[in-house]
């Protein structure tokens, strides 16, 4: 796990060197009050335990702290727990730190730990993350210190606590505000709260100038919403935002040639993967489900959406997370494709619904995905559908794509468990006791043995179809300093400065 730890360190190291032009300083040179970011998506909401989308997650950490902090190499470093015991296998004894306080001027104490463990216990948006937590057993000891218990060992305890699902939150100032209230107008911890809100067009931050860290450098943050890549470009290239997320490949040449630009790039944990609703009769059928995998080509996919920023997807986790096991690239054979769909009794032809998100990216890997099934007899009827709406139509849709990220094999393959509830709708008995199995090897060989016998299961039984492993790819003025790559896309915007001219 070190190893793996130290490669990603290198390679990042190397990503920081490339774009080293946008770190460079000069004291005499006036600074803007502002940072302002071009966010591709609106938040659906900023309250942690409830949302899974990185577009909510890169507003949240400037919000919100954790327990315990995750760095771009995996390093984990106290953060509002200033150190810790492990009792035993199932407990951790957190200290608290005695100097935080909330943006209401609440104290931050071990209730609000407890508190915030029980919501990601039993929210649906963080319980299948959360579910080797014990809210029911976690014990306050006393105003600063708190007892962490699991239902069982859980390896991936301290990544999980880092993610942003984690996030601490005010039990005072949600139980005032209500839920709806708070995913609005958050009360974190964090070097920056919430200022305003202006549904459609941005969400703007203000400093915490009492924040219990380093201040941030900056007053002002403004994410901008702007769904649009060109536009996003346009506004990063005239000055109108500092910070552009969610570069498309296609547009990285133009960025590394244009003046007065810092294109970032770097290999991440980002991975597209086709999802099957394993409670279809239909796809239930490996011969079908294998027929879809050899109709598409991968390859052609990738060169044309992704160039050389992104690889074909040579397994069922990306590379770069630990565990991660490289197969042979799936083979691309239109001719065994149809006669297994004929075998499978769909000689005339089969119809299926795909469902995908309203993303750029997405949408063009499910039209090309669309074009190469025709080839083997295969129709789909797209429906464009955000996430919450999607999962509440239960088993009514039966392919889907999932853009996922995250640095740890748990929380990877947790979309294969059956009690995460999202696109796939596993029902299996054997791959959860696998899953549940590997996550409370402590010792790093005996659980990549584990996971590796999780991967050979779902590569070989076709439950997805991965696509592409991605470099996470951003851009800034040259104005920018401090700015710092992350796999995850998780930039802290605390250490950033951005030059007037």
């Given at each position: 796990m ?10 990042l190291?190397?990503a920081v060197l ?5 770190t460079?300083?000069?004291s005499?040179?006036?600074l ?9 998506e609106?938040?659906s909401s900023?309250d942690?335990?409830t949302?899974g989308?990185?577009?909510?997650f890169?507003v949240?950490?400037?919000?919100f ?9 995996g390093?984990?470093t106290?953060?509002l727990a200033a ?6 296998d199932t407990?951790?004894r957190?200290?608290l ?6 943006h209401n001027g609440d104290?931050l104490?071990?209730?609000d730990?407890?508190?915030?463990i ?5 929210d649906p ?10 809210a ?5 000891v006393?105003?600063?210190t708190?007892?962490v218990?699991?239902?069982e060992?859980?390896?991936s ?5 880092a993610t ?6 005010s039990?005072?100032a ?5 839920a709806?209230?708070?995913a609005?107008n958050p009360i ?7 200022a ?9 931050l203000?400093r915490?100038?009492?924040?219990w860290?380093i201040?941030?450098?900056t007053?002002?943050?403004?994410y901008?919403f702007?769904s649009e890549?060109?536009?996003r470009?346009?506004e990063?290239?005239t000055g109108?935002v500092d910070?552009?997320y969610n ?12 003046e ?5 790039m ?13 409670q279809d009769p239909?796809l239930?059928?490996?011969r079908?489900?294998?027929a879809l ?5 991968k390859?052609s996919i990738?060169d ?5 920023t992104a690889t ?7 590379s770069k ?9 799936s083979?691309?054979?239109?001719k ?6 004929a075998d499978?009794g769909?000689?005339n032809g ?14 063009r890997i499910?039209e ?5 099934w ?6 789909t009827k797209?429906?464009t559908?955000?996430l ?5 139509q239960?088993?009514k849709l039966?392919?889907g794509?999932?853009?996922g990220?995250?640095s ?10 059956s009690?995460?509830?999202d ?12 899953l ?6 402590y010792?790093d060989k005996e659980?990549?043995?584990?996971y590796k016998e999780?991967?050979?299961?779902l590569?070989s039984a076709r ?5 592409a492993?991605?470099n996470?790819?951003?851009a ?7 700015f710092?790559?992350?796999p995850?896309s998780?930039e802290e915007?605390?250490?950033v400065t951005v030059y007037?001219?």
């Amino acid at each position: 796990m070190k190893a793996a730890k130290m490669l990603l360190a290198m390679l990042l190291v190397a990503a920081v060197l490339q774009v080293g032009a946008a770190t460079g300083s000069n004291s005499n040179r006036p600074l803007k009050d502002t940072i302002t970011i071009g966010h591709w998506e609106e938040p659906s909401s900023l309250d942690p335990q409830t949302n899974g989308k990185l577009a909510c997650f890169i507003v949240e950490i400037q919000i919100f702290n954790t327990l315990v902090h995750e760095d771009a190499d995996g390093v984990i470093t106290p953060s509002l727990a200033a150190s810790w015991d492990i009792i035993d296998d199932t407990t951790i004894r957190f200290h608290l730190r005695d100097n935080v306080y909330f943006h209401n001027g609440d104290k931050l104490n071990a209730e609000d730990v407890k508190f915030t463990i029980n919501r990601a216990t039993t929210d649906p948006g963080s319980s299948s993350t959360f579910k080797s937590f014990d809210a029911v057993k976690t014990k306050v000891v006393d105003e600063l210190t708190i007892d962490v218990k699991l239902k069982e060992a859980f390896a991936s305890v301290f990544e999980t606590l880092a993610t942003p699902r984690g996030s601490i939150i005010s039990k005072k100032a949600y139980e005032k505000m209500g839920a709806a209230a708070y995913a609005r107008n958050p009360i974190g911890t964090g070097p920056y709260k919430m200022a305003e809100w202006i549904t459609g067009t941005e969400i703007s931050l203000v400093r915490n100038e009492k924040y219990w860290g380093i201040p941030a450098k900056t007053k002002n943050i403004s994410y901008m919403f702007i769904s649009e890549s060109a536009n996003r470009l346009i506004e990063l290239e005239t000055g109108g935002v500092d910070i552009i997320y969610n570069v498309l490949a296609s547009d990285a040449p133009r960025l590394r040639k244009t003046e007065g630009i810092t294109l970032l790039m770097g290999p991440s944990y980002q991975y597209n993967t086709i999802t099957f609703n394993m409670q279809d009769p239909v796809l239930a059928d490996q011969r079908v489900r294998d027929a879809l995998t050899l109709a598409i080509n991968k390859s052609s996919i990738v060169d044309a959406l992704y160039d050389e920023t992104a690889t074909v997807a040579v397994g069922i986790m990306p590379s770069k997370t630990f565990g991660a096991t490289v197969y042979s690239p799936s083979a691309y054979d239109v001719k065994t494709a149809k006669k297994l769909i004929a075998d499978a009794g769909y000689a005339n032809g089969l119809k299926l619904n795909f469902v995908v998100q309203p993303l750029e990216e997405l949408t063009r890997i499910t039209e090309a995905v669309q074009n190469m099934w025709k080839e083997i007899g295969v129709t789909t009827k797209i429906f464009t559908s955000e996430l919450a709406p999607y999962l509440a139509q239960g088993n009514k849709l039966q392919v889907g794509i999932r853009n996922g990220s995250s640095s740890d094999p748990a929380n990877t393959l947790i979309i294969y468990d059956s009690s995460f509830g999202d696109r796939l709708n596993s029902n299996n008995k054997k791959l959860d006791g696998m899953l549940a199995k590997a996550k409370t090897l402590y010792n790093d060989k005996e659980r990549k043995l584990a996971y590796k016998e999780v991967q050979d299961y779902l590569w070989s039984a076709r439950w997805s179809i991965p696509i592409a492993f991605k470099n996470n790819i951003l851009a800034t003025s040259d104005k920018v300093e401090g700015f710092a790559f992350h796999p995850l896309s998780w930039e802290e915007l605390a250490y950033v400065t951005v030059y007037a001219k």
